[in-house]
Nanobody, 124 residues
Framework: QVQLVESGGGLVQAEGSLRLSCTAS????????MGWFRQAPGKEREFVSA????????KYGDSVKGRFTISRDNAKNTVDLLMNSLKPEDTARYYC?????????????????WGQGTQVTVSS
């Protein structure tokens, strides 16, 4: 059983930056593909980014490509999401997720474990 805890959310002005972090425990971290999803009120959960265990393969949702960067530190069991040039439409609750194996899924059903989420609010 893998436990995930997110941190780093908050309130930021448009064009600002935030770094989210997710700490994993209870599993062999390098064996898991890690992802970030977000969900705004009244909307479906949206794929943001994912990274394979080795860190060699990264994928981004179209709405964040070029602005967000995912990274992981397998020694610390953490995965980070650096968010630059934030927009009001990035406002959502951001969730960290983990799935066994090296395949990157862009749908929430493809992930096995989830954190509780951290709120990101971008003001205009």
């Amino acid at each position: 059983q893998v436990q995930l805890v997110e941190s780093g959310g908050g309130l930021v002005q448009a064009e600002g930056s935030l770094r989210l972090s997710c700490t994993a425990s209870g599993g062999t971290f390098i064996l898991y593909t890690m992802g970030w999803f977000r969900q705004a009120p009244g909307k479906e959960r949206e794929f943001v980014s994912a990274i394979t265990g080795s860190g060699f393969i990264r994928k981004y949702g179209d709405s964040v490509k070029g602005r967000f960067t995912i990274s992981r530190d397998n020694a610390k069991n953490t995965v980070d999401l650096l968010m630059n040039s934030l927009k009001p439409e990035d406002t959502a609750r951001y969730y960290c997720a983990a799935r066994s194996g090296g395949f990157i899924s862009t749908i929430s059903a493809g992930f096995d474990y989830w954190g509780q989420g951290t709120q990101v609010t971008v003001s205009s």
